[in-house]
């Protein structure tokens, strides 16, 4: 088994284990330096991301190989990689960057495997006469369409 098979079982061990977390990315570099992002449907912990450094640095042989473990959560500011994140998020404002489109931001509403739903207030011309309106606007996007999407903080 090869160091990155090891690395990787041991990591869906610490995952089964922890049903509430889940992978965001796990980077390992030829110099043997692991770097793990987590996420978690009620966020993630420092006590949550020293389990899972645990979990795998005490199941490795540092005679058999000399490696270095990052163990983190997803920050504020992450971009939203996976759809579980989405759901995690229902409720929240987003900043959703496209690539030949405007920037939306909104309210995300829903999210399913495939796309995510945004809801906004819009200010638009009256249909007859002078003067604005408030208006809700919603637009449902595919991941594949979006660049990058952002949770905003207040």
């Not at 570099?29 to 996420?39: E, T």
Request: proline residues 3%; hydrophobic residues 35%; aromatic residues 4%.
């Amino acid at each position: 088994m090869t160091f990155k098979d090891q690395v990787n079982a041991l990591l869906q061990t610490a995952l089964d284990s922890r049903p509430d977390l889940f992978l965001i990315e796990c980077k390992i570099s030829g110099d043997h330096h692991i770097s793990i992002l987590l996420d978690g449907d009620k966020g993630v912990n420092l006590q949550s991301c020293v389990e899972v450094s645990r979990q795998i640095e005490h199941n490795l042989d540092r005679e058999e190989h000399d490696f270095s473990l990052e163990v983190a959560s997803a920050g504020v500011g992450s971009p939203l990689q996976k759809t579980r994140q989405y759901v995690k998020n229902l409720g929240r404002k987003l900043r959703v960057e496209r690539e030949a489109a405007p920037t939306l931001e909104g309210t995300l509403v829903d999210a399913t495997d495939t796309d995510f739903t945004l809801e906004w207030k819009q200010r638009e011309p009256k249909p007859v006469g002078k003067g604005k309106v408030t208006v809700t606007k919603k637009e449902t996007l595919s991941y594949g369409e979006i660049s990058s999407a952002k949770v905003l903080v207040n």
